[in-house]
């Protein structure tokens, strides 16, 4: 276009004056075009971030509850281990009891599985973190209830082939099992007491308040070869055959569980189990658990789970509980963590219910759980002594 035809253009078709505003008058059905093409634009970036977000979710609420009840905490939520975390950025926390460090450490064993879990979270507004949080719940749940349901018939496998019972376990029967089987009683019996003994077996059976059996006293079956030196209580403690068989079915493969050789060295089981894999990689091989959530190292954490889950196969109990009679797994789970996590070993812990009235500090303090934390602390008072 020439500036002749330029000028005509200007004058044929003049800009608008602005008015007291300085606004130009321009055309209503362009500013509405532009709107709806800034609204759309904003809508398309909503649906982004909402995707992102709900991906997010869908990530957290599939590996969480496989990482929350097996390596973190059997029974805390996952908003206590935030909200402990939470009150350490804002308080004091030297005075911190037992419970809060517990809690804290299975904060740190969470965010070391999912490092990226904090600052994600802190992107959710409070719905949909309130829908999340009861969905991880759920399902981890269900993980450990489907944990629970395979080494029902698994435990009740290995004890049929390890100890040739009379009476044959049956996978699908509870009921025959605990203290009214042999084998089951012997390898539930707490260490300090010799199962041997008909008077032992009596007493606790009948639930006498000479024989109470509680998480103060460690079982038989988490001991190597399911024998106990009391002079060294911590002499082939989680070393056992059968954690080493439960670790596997749960973190590996069931079938992997079939490889424990017994000899209670469980150190190597993830390697072992990575090693196959590579030796199997034209074959295509479901990853396992332990892959799922990148656990490259048996953890406290984990052996305290395995321990609970096997504990509760070999009773007689149906549905999962935290208590069963006098043995509270809560406080089982506990010890266990405690025992590796808060050296030299846990503090027994005294509750009322049942024959636990009975559980007087001087009746716990001839417990195994007791007397092998004196007897790490004895080792420890020696060694400094000698430095």
Known sequence: MSVAELDHHNATHGLALPDLSGAVPTSTEARAKRRIAALEEELQVMKQERGTKQRFIADLVHYMPLTLRRIVALYANIEDLIAENDRRCEEAWQDSTADQNRLQRGYIALANALPWIHERLAELDANDAEDMLKKIKKGADAARGDDTSTLKDLVAAWVNQSFHPSNLLKSDDKQS???????????LCPAEWDWSKDYVKAGIRDRTSEYIVSENSWPLFVYENYSVNSSNLEQGLFMSKVLVQAFKAIFTSPSSAKEADGNGDGADILENNRHTRRALNQVKVKMCVASIINMRKVTPRSIAYVACQVRFALSNVSSWCIVDGDFDYEAFWN??????????GPVAKVFGKNHREDLTPEVVSKMSVTALAEQRKALEDAAFDSD
């Not at 099992?177 to 390898?187: E, N, S, V, Y």
């Open 177 to 187: 099992r605990g203290f009214a089987h042999d084998i089951c009683g012997k390898l």
């Open 335 to 344: 010890n266990i963590v405690d025992f590796f996590e808060d050296a030299p």
